[in-house]
């Protein structure tokens, strides 16, 4: 029997129309800008739009992949908030203080701020698939050798599960914008990263609720030991049969783009023009509606993660010796959380209103947060259950919005980019503000505490109304003339001067050179 070793098989030839494809639409990109003004006048309608219009396609499988991320993200998540939801049972077991055992959140935190950036560059330079594995591996490192730990004199060894495990939160926060992107057309795109973002929040939502419930408060160390033990061999296996899967079936991604925008973006990186990391960081934190999101996103999300951290203390203050409480409650912020994700995802992708829904969602926080603070010294376990309804409704929905958000005020910048600049943000304010509530809560009261974060969260909302609207991104999903957008479509190796046009450097001065910024308009 002979074969035919000249025939392709007909996933590398689509490999290859993929390439050509792409390679064909920056050529025509290329020719059609550098035509001068009279040319492009003279271009219409259909004709124009051809010369750059790029070949997309939907794959079912991307529903899968994001199914299977939210999954793992969803367990990663469950490890962050396990050990302080039942911070009273902690410290007796190890025999530390209160605030110690705040740290086992912190970690988290810590760990993030300064492994984002390397994180964020290996996103865009190998992909997902690679970023995927290592997130799912160092969360199933970590909860194994939280088992090894169930022991009062082993505070330590579970201090190292939990930076195991938070170094693998790091490949898994800035993910969802990012398949998004990879996968999924422009029409649903926003509600794809708010169900991205709502596995990790279940996640956190079973965080919360199971450990209330599966370890006893006992003085009995063996018996507590038991029940921990137990509690991370659930999770350890869990994790294992999730990173398996993740290693065998994650996809770094389609063979063609979902989106107009994500082809002009894998036009870019084609053609060896698309910018440099330092040049995506240096642009997000120059331009001052995405400097004015980065902070008002960290104020919103830190003051999250200090409520949760801190939950367990605020509702034993207010009804002793209900601990189950507190995991209720905390079920309860973030199952409505997830629900608003999802709502505010489909808002986006129906309306395209980042800034108006952005705004709206900030100050319904805001309300909600004075209203739960206002209430819970009432005493009244119903009254705090509806307002935590509130507030995680608007607090954790704001998470996705947030993103999306991002994504469009600094397209063409990468999401993983956008996303890990705005997580590290959160990770700052949230450090930040469960210390001082700590100190406050010890110091003062539970009340003054609370008070804090509704002022900080004030401020978030002035700087949110603060921000410029313009949806780049949106605009580049548009079907328009070469002439109509071209600060979307040319790179930095092709830009032009356009006549009424001035391009900044880093100084913010106006240049002549013949060798602009990487990125045009930052205003």
């Known amino acids: 029997m002979t074969t035919n070793t000249n025939k392709d098989t007909p996933r590398t030839q689509d490999r290859c129309r993929r390439i050509i494809s792409l390679m064909s639409n920056c050529m025509s990109a290329r020719r059609s800008y550098r035509m001068d003004d009279d040319d492009r006048s003279g271009l219409i309608g259909d004709e124009s739009a051809k010369l750059i219009e790029p070949t997309t396609k939907l794959y079912k499988r ?13 367990m990663n998540a469950f490890q962050w908030i396990q050990y302080p939801i039942i911070s009273n049972i902690i410290s007796k077991f190890y025999g530390v203080g209160m605030e110690t055992v705040d740290w086992m959140s912190l970690i988290y935190m810590i760990v993030y701020i ?3 950036f390397p994180a964020t560059w290996m996103l865009d330079r190998f992909g997902l698939r690679v970023i995927a594995i290592l997130g799912s591996i160092f969360g199933t ?6 088992i090894l730990a169930c022991q009062p004199p082993l505070f330590d060894v579970a201090i190292v599960g939990q930076i195991f495990s938070a170094i693998g939160n790091v490949f898994i926060l800035g993910m969802p914008s990012k398949i998004a992107a990879t996968w999924f057309g422009s029409k649903e795109v926003s509600t794809a990263c708010s169900i991205g973002v709502f596995g990790n929040q279940i996640g956190i939502a079973f965080g919360f609720f199971i450990p209330p419930y599966m370890v006893p408060d006992s003085d009995d160390v063996h018996q507590v030991a038991f029940y921990l033990r137990h ?12 990173c398996v899967l993740v290693c065998l079936t994650f996809e770094r991604g389609p063979l063609l783009p979902p989106s107009r925008a994500q082809a002009i973006y894998l036009q870019r990186e084609v053609g060896a023009a698309g910018e440099s990391y330092t040049d995506s960081i240096k642009y997000f934190i120059t331009s001052t509606p995405a400097l004015l999101l980065l902070l008002s996103y960290g104020i919103n999300t830190g003051s999250f993660y200090a409520i949760s951290t801190l939950l367990n203390t605020e509702i034993l203050d207010a009804f002793p010796n209900n ?12 199952v409505s959380g997830v629900i608003g994700s999802v709502v505010c995802g489909l808002v986006l992708d129906k309306t395209g209103a980042y800034k108006k829904t952005t705004a709206v969602v900030y100050i319904a926080t805001l309300i909600s947060l004075c209203l739960y ?19 995680g409704f608007t607090m954790t929905g704001y998470l996705p919005v947030g993103f999306e958000f991002a994504a469009e005020i600094t397209y063409p910048i990468s999401e993983g980019t956008s996303s890990g600049l705005l997580n590290a943000s959160a990770q700052v304010f949230g450090i930040t503000l469960t210390l001082a509530m700590r100190q406050l809560e010890s110091g003062i009261s539970i009340l003054s505490a609370n008070l804090l974060l509704c002022a900080t969260l004030l401020v978030g909302t002035v700087l949110t109304l603060l921000v410029r609207e313009d949806l780049k991104r949106q605009r580049a999903n548009e079907h328009r003339n070469p002439g109509d957008s071209p600060d979307i479509l040319i790179t930095h190796h092709e830009i032009e001067r356009k006549p009424g046009f001035e391009f900044r450097g ?12 990487p990125f045009r308009d930052r205003r």
Do not use: C, D, Q
């Open 506 to 517: 880093s100084s913010g001065a106006s240049s002549n050179s013949s060798s602009p910024s």
């Open 323 to 334: 601990m189950k409480f507190a995991g209720e409650i905390g079920l309860i912020l973030v």
């Open 373 to 391: 603070t206002a209430t819970l010294h009432l005493r009244n376990i119903a009254v705090v259950y509806v307002t935590s309804l509130l507030l």
């Open 141 to 146: 490192i970590g909860a194994a050798v939280k």
């Open 231 to 242: 509690l991370f061999t659930m999770t350890t296996a869990i994790s294992a049969i999730l």
């Open 114 to 116: 300064p492994l984002i």
């Open 62 to 74: 991307r529903w899968y992949i994001l199914l299977l991320f939210s999954a793992y993200s969803g």
